[in-house]
């Protein structure tokens, strides 16, 4: 009787444990939330490459140009007009009278030229030196006027200013080592919409709207960041109204669909998502055998089944939100095992004992390495393996953590035989970074020297028709040597609550740069 | 004769009482019915996990992405998973996984326990001492975090795993056998065959051992349920056996995601968990009491 007691007196403690609060949490007016993955170092010149720094350092300083909302050209955010010359190797920019710095300052264009000196002189680990690479000189015509000297012609200077180039404060910074700011880094002046209120590590950080504002006072009042590691944490604060706006997996818009409070929006993004083939390493360093590996692959498969549909096939390097850039002439790879088999015993794989295949003693293995923690990525890697499995090669599954995973990934020379990867770009059609030898994200060790030498011609060539001829040619190229296996082109998915108004139909990199006209009801 | 034995020998000797029958000790054991649930459970899932090739309908790895969350149906008895994988499969060769770490985690925890156990309370003095702050040291280190730091910084194959659950838990085993042998060696049969001439290793192996047994084996049970417990933890966060190679942990790990949706992918493996762990500590108790009938109740 006794014991009965017990278990019903625990029974009701569990119980009482578990109710679920079913309110939504009440939300704070004029308060956005965004969920963001980590800490921040908000140092313009040496900051980190990763999303977290990104975007908080979107509200709090601005760029020469931005993207605009839907076709994602230039426009200005500090500049207002800018002119090329001699073919685009030099470029004169016109910028915003009555700016003024957080501080209270004015913005001139003394900031830009010791932004953009700095970024290029060695002796700072500039993040953005090879956006600006080959820049001679920068000169100050007048106090809102500026003019930027290139070695050879830059046409696509204006998109890449609005990717992530962050003006810093002269009047503050000049004479310090730009290399260590933490001083700055904890209480950073820029000329953004919002300003800098605290930091607290590990929890949030908090910006306050900037009423002297040139494009204009926010609607908002804050926008706290929240520092959310766990997609699932993000998840259920969205579910309970704690969190406004934050990035999810398409699995997650079945688990989040039921809420009444959230809205969904799919942005493409200009960049691919695809497996990563060392082409340095045995064995994919000959064609033959990326292309079977390539022909294995269900990558429609993938795309209906894992990505639930969410996102686009892949062709080749270039996704569609390159507009004319795109080569619409390449189909897919087709899904195909006996013409990768075929490939393959071509290539001099034979059947050995145990089912794996052999060439000159050595066996078909090779390691597959994901980072852990993305059911998506987790799920790819699982298929991937077992479809190569089929074609007779022996793959070793490795999720590494995030930080192990980017050490071995990202390193020149890479430490990996294949892995899953993505790099996100701007919308600019030249892959330098990428795909040419020895650029800074080829860790698949790429190399084709037509592609090299095209693509360098590409970056200099200002006539569009010519441009566009270029980069169909050079997609032709990368597409037939098949460096890495393109499975889709990269979509964003966002959930916001629906009190959250007038935010961008852009991915959120770039629409943090727009929080000005977002307001909450 | 009898007054003696239960003041100095409060453990039943295992030698078979004059009297008594030989299977007393079971029919006090099966006269407590949880432990025979237990008992029942515990073998099953051991025939099961020793089976898994035969008695699994499908391979536990085979990914099939047009069947994902099938409901169940014969072929599937459980329906499948977020990849389209068999649930019963995977449970079977999870419970092989699981139960093998497990088990031989408990062999690593309780030779070192008993060996430096058996030191500390044999040798006394000095070195006695010594053992026991060292064991008393590594007690109030929390264990989990350290198995996580260990797995980080070292990899986390099955063979890594089961060392750390095994150095991590062998600090009770110590204890239970230094109090036991601290209790046997002043015991007249002990000090009566040292009078005739028995060396230590007679005396350990032939009389301290056999007296120590019966703790050994309850710490043993208990040690199983805490290792099976450990590695479903340590697999549920990414660190302990690896994927493809399914364990209840791991599967916990993929279900996580899908807890909105389809939450029974959780409970499974989840209540499988629970049952293993309890049937574990359900028999070690039993056998506490059965072994020692000064414990039994509390």
């Known amino acids: ?521 | 004769m009898t007054a003696q034995r239960a003041v100095l020998a409060p453990t039943l000797p295992l030698v078979r009482p004059a009297g008594r029958g030989g299977g007393y000790l079971w029919r006090r054991f099966r006269r407590n019915r949880l432990a025979l649930v237990a008992l029942a459970y515990l073998l099953l899932i051991h025939v099961v996990a020793v089976a898994a090739p035969y008695l699994a309908p499908h391979p536990p790895e085979a990914i099939d992405l047009l069947n994902q969350f099938a409901p169940r149906s014969r072929d599937h008895p459980l329906g499948t998973d977020e990849s389209g994988r068999d649930i019963v499969s995977r449970l079977i060769f999870g419970a092989r996984t699981s139960l093998a770490v497990g088990l031989s985690a408990m062999v690593v925890a309780m030779t070192v326990g008993s060996a430096l156990g058996a030191i500390s309370g044999f040798y006394g003095g000095a070195v006695g001492a010594v053992v026991m702050r060292l064991t008393d040291g590594a007690l109030t280190i929390p264990t989990f975090f350290l198995a996580l730091l260990v797995l980080a910084v070292f990899g986390s194959n099955i063979t890594n795993v089961v060392l750390v659950i095994g150095l991590t838990g062998w600090m009770v085993v110590a204890r239970v056998v230094r109090a036991e042998v601290l209790r046997t060696l002043p015991q007249e049969f002990v000090l009566a065959s040292r009078a005739i001439g028995a060396g230590d290793r007679r005396i350990l192996c032939r009389h301290v051992i056999p007296q120590a047994l019966p703790s050994m084996i309850v710490a043993a049970t208990l040690g199983v349920a805490y290792a099976v417990l450990t590695e479903s933890a340590l697999s549920y966060l990414g660190l302990g056996v690896q994927p493809p190679t399914p364990t209840w942990g791991n599967m916990l790990t993929g279900a996580q995601h899908y807890v909105w949706t389809k939450p029974v992918l959780a409970v499974y493996p989840g209540v499988v968990i629970m049952l293993t762990v309890l049937s574990y500590n359900a028999l070690g108790d039993v056998l506490r009491d059965t072994l020692d009938p000064r414990h039994a109740g509390s």
């Open chain 1, 1 to 521: 009787m006794r014991r009965l007691l017990v278990f019903l007196l625990a029974g009701a403690m569990v119980a009482a444990l578990n109710a679920t609060p079913t309110a939504l949490a009440q939300a704070p007016s004029g308060v956005l939330r965004i969920a963001i993955i980590g800490d921040v170092t908000l140092n313009p010149f040496t900051m980190p490459q990763q999303l977290p720094t990104t975007m908080v350092a979107k509200v709090v300083f601005s760029t020469l140009t931005r993207y605009r909302s839907g076709d994602l050209q230039p426009v200005g955010d500090l500049a207002t007009s800018w002119v090329p010359a001699d073919d685009g190797r030099v470029w004169v920019f016109k910028l915003k009278r009555g700016v003024r710095w957080h501080d209270g300052k004015p913005f001139t264009a003394a900031d830009v030229k010791f932004t953009y000196e700095n970024i290029v002189n060695p002796r700072v680990r500039a993040l953005f030196r090879s956006a600006l690479r080959g820049l001679r000189q920068v000169d100050v015509i007048d106090d809102y006027t500026v003019r930027l000297e290139f070695a050879d012609p830059y046409p696509s200077l204006p998109i890449v200013l609005a990717w992530n180039i962050p003006i810093a404060p002269k009047h503050l910074l000049e004479g310090k080592d730009l290399n260590d700011l933490s001083d700055f880094a904890q209480n950073p002046v820029g000329t953004g919409p919002f300003r800098f209120k605290e930091a607290v590590k590990g929890a949030h950080i908090t910006v306050e709207a900037n009423p002297d504002y040139y494009g204009g006072a926010p609607k908002l009042k804050t926008i706290v960041f929240k520092i959310l590691p766990e997609i699932n944490t993000v998840v259920a604060q969205l579910r309970t109204g704690e969190l406004d706006l934050a990035v999810v997996e398409s699995l997650h818009k079945q688990a989040l669909g039921v809420a009444q409070h959230l809205t969904f929006k799919t942005i493409e993004l200009p960049s691919a998502f695809y497996i990563a083939l060392n082409n340095a390493r045995w064995p994919f360093s000959e064609r033959l055998v990326r292309q079977a590996m390539m022909h294995g692959l269900n990558r429609e498969l993938m795309v209906q089944r894992i990505l639930k549909n969410d996102a686009p096939l892949a062709t080749g390097a270039y996704a569609k939100s390159f507009g004319p850039f795109f080569n619409p002439t390449l189909k897919p790879y087709p899904f195909d095992v006996n013409r990768a088999k075929q490939l393959l015993s071509e290539a001099g794989f034979r059947a050995g004992p145990d089912g794996v295949l052999v060439k000159d003693g050595k066996r078909l293995a090779f390691e597959l390495m994901v980072d852990r923690g993305n059911p998506v990525r987790e799920q790819i890697a699982l298929f991937v393996q077992q479809s190569w499995k089929q074609l007779g090669a022996d793959v070793k599954l490795t999720a590494e953590e995030w930080s192990v995973y980017i050490r071995r990934g990202n390193a020149l020379p890479a430490d990996y035989e294949a892995r899953t990867a993505w790099r996100i770009t701007p919308p600019d059609p030249d892959k330098t970074a990428e795909y040419t030898t020895g650029g800074v994200n080829n860790h698949y060790a790429y190399s084709n020297p037509e592609v090299d030498r095209m693509m360098a011609a590409a970056r200099q060539t200002i006539d569009k028709q010519k441009r566009i001829a270029l980069y169909h040619k050079i997609q032709e190229l990368i597409y037939q040597d098949v460096p890495v296996l393109w499975v889709n082109y990269q979509t964003e998915i966002l959930a916001t609550n629906k009190r959250v108004r007038g935010y961008p139909d852009l991915g959120i990199r770039d629409a943090l740069q727009w929080m000005h006209l977002v307001s909450t009801e």
